[in-house]
């Protein structure tokens, strides 16, 4: 769970909405788990409920969470997440961005790295800027694989795994070894690889790619979590698929 100290940015159907309130953004922490009543989300935070009303309240007019009846007990309400969570802000990277801003320089003769070094420094960009953009990398890929997997033809796991693979090689997105439909390994990651270690893993659009197009061809619920990075110091990366049910 990420911290609720740091600021977190949304997208509500009124627009985009900044959060500094450490209480606000623990409640949305607690909403992230589960739907929660009012009596509930004040025994996680243990405050009065006269403070927490005032937040509840706040968030339902922002946009950012709403509240439903409770199936078994009219007299309460239940509180739920309606929007989305885009970025956070973090600890600048600066170092990071300069590295970057070098390795474009160096590519400039050859095309394709330096369309890499150019997305790289976008990316990374906006993170030396103290923009965390993962969430909202994530949620772009998993629409950029769902529209990809219209046109895929495999309709269960080991073909579309290997369909998958043979997408990441000839795009150019590197080399993925599949491991018991669990673990893929990828050498060579077009997102990451020649990025400086930064302590944690990068490649959160390659997560989302990976859920959107398992879940639109196999109509299964998955969880993509990437678990090595060049991001982390790895000289590849591998990704854990959590296979969830079948989808309603």
Not at 67 to 89: A, C, I, M, V
Not at 172 to 190: N, Q, R, W, Y
Request: glycine share 6%; net charge negative; hydrophobic share 30%.
């Amino acid at each position: 769970m990420a911290s609720s100290k740091s600021p977190k940015i949304f997208s509500t159907d009124k627009g985009i909405v900044m959060l500094q309130s450490e209480t606000k953004n623990r409640i949305i922490d607690i909403l992230e788990e589960k739907e929660r009543t009012g009596a509930e989300i004040r025994d996680e935070l243990n405050k009065a409920k006269s403070t927490v009303s005032v937040h509840l309240s706040d968030l339902v007019d922002l946009g950012i969470i709403d509240e439903k009846e409770h199936p078994t007990d009219e007299r309460k309400k239940l509180f739920f997440l309606k929007s989305k969570l885009l970025g956070q802000s973090e600890s600048p990277y600066d170092e990071h961005y300069k590295s970057i801003l070098e390795d474009l320089k160096e590519s400039k003769d050859e095309k394709y790295e330096f369309l890499k070094s150019l997305f790289h420094l976008i990316r990374y960009g906006l993170i030396s800027f103290g923009l965390d953009i993962h969430p909202a990398l994530k949620e772009i890929g998993r629409d950029a694989g769902r529209s990809i997997g219209k046109d895929f033809s495999a309709n269960e796991r080991e073909k579309l795994l290997e369909e998958i693979s043979d997408l990441w090689r000839n795009m150019g997105l590197g080399t993925i070894e599949v491991s018991e439909d669990v673990h893929l390994k990828i050498k060579g990651c077009f997102d990451c690889q020649s990025m400086p270690t930064v302590g944690h893993t990068l490649c959160s659009l390659d997560e989302g790619l990976l859920e959107g197009l398992i879940e639109e061809r196999l109509d299964e619920k998955v969880e993509v979590h990437e678990e090595e990075c060049h991001g982390t110091g790895a000289d590849h990366c591998r990704f854990k698929i959590e296979w969830k049910e079948r989808k309603d």
